[in-house]
T-cell receptor, first 111, second 117 residues
Framework: EDKVVQSPLSLVVHEGDTVTLNCSYE??????LLWYKQEKKAPTFLFML????IEKKSGRLSSILDKKELFSILNITATQTGDSAIYLC???????????FGTGTRLKVLA | GAVVSQHPSWVICKSGTSVKIECRSL??????MFWYRQFPKQSLMLMAT?????????EQGVEKDKFLINHASLTLSTLTVTSAHPEDSSFYIC?????????????FGPGTRLLVL
């Protein structure tokens, strides 16, 4: 059975801290891995990763994929209260384009 | 970026009634849309894949007669929760696939909160 697992489940940090969120996967077929941020409504897209070892960066957020070890990390540096959200990782099946979502990591950044 | 809308945003209904939720891709055509359900403090669970002009593909454990999906045009998919019960109360989110194979991305709607009394 295809599985995407994120850790930690929940995290509380102070503003300015750096956090690393983990996503590991076991899937039959892999096309890409995606990271989303979900606040009160639907998820918003952060990154899509298809190649191993290439870091994607957007401001204080960055992500990298390791296809050999089947995991990805999302880094957030100099965290702000606005980073508080659930961060979701999803793996895309190449045949059906379906996403398999991970359990999510709930991040809370304290002022 | 691509825009996907859902209607309604919120719905409260009595047990036994049917509720229809619309998902529209506003600035692109989507041959494939997806319907997810999210319970509080849980992740998104895929319910079904909606294909324009053909029957939806349901995930294991999702009752197709209870959750009717119609994808009548390239910009609209509807999910009807038939004879809704309190356990159907959830956050329903749709997404629309945009882009060519290999670079396709899903764009999510804002979600619909359903509360069945």
């Amino acid at each position: 059975e295809d599985k995407v697992v994120q850790s930690p489940l929940s995290l509380v940090v102070h503003e300015g801290d750096t956090v690393t969120l983990n996503c590991s996967y076991e899937v039959t077929n892999f096309r890409s891995l995606l990271w989303y941020k979900q606040e009160k409504k639907a998820p918003t897209f952060l990154f899509m990763l298809t190649s191993s070892g290439i870091e994607k960066k957007s401001g204080r957020l960055s992500s990298i994929l390791d296809k050999k070890e089947l995991f990805s990390i999302l880094n957030i540096t100099a965290t702000q209260t606005g980073d508080s959200a659930i961060y979701l990782c999803a793996v895309q099946d190449p045949g059906t384009y379906k996403y398999i979502f991970g359990t999510g990591t709930r991040l809370k950044v304290l002022a | 970026g691509a825009v996907v809308s859902q209607h309604p945003s919120w719905v409260i209904c009595k047990s036994g009634t049917s509720v229809k939720i619309e998902c529209r891709s506003l600035d692109f055509q989507a041959t494939t849309m997806f319907w997810y359900r999210q319970f509080p403090k849980q992740s998104l669970m895929l319910m079904a894949t909606s294909n324009e002009g053909s029957k939806a593909t349901y995930e294991q454990g999702v009752e197709k007669d209870k959750f009717l999906i119609n994808h009548a045009s390239l910009t609209l998919s509807t999910l009807t929760v038939t004879s809704a019960h309190p356990e159907d109360s959830s956050f329903y989110i749709c997404s629309a696939r945009r882009g060519l194979a290999g670079k396709a991305t899903q764009y999510f709607g804002p979600g619909t909160r359903l509360l069945v009394l």
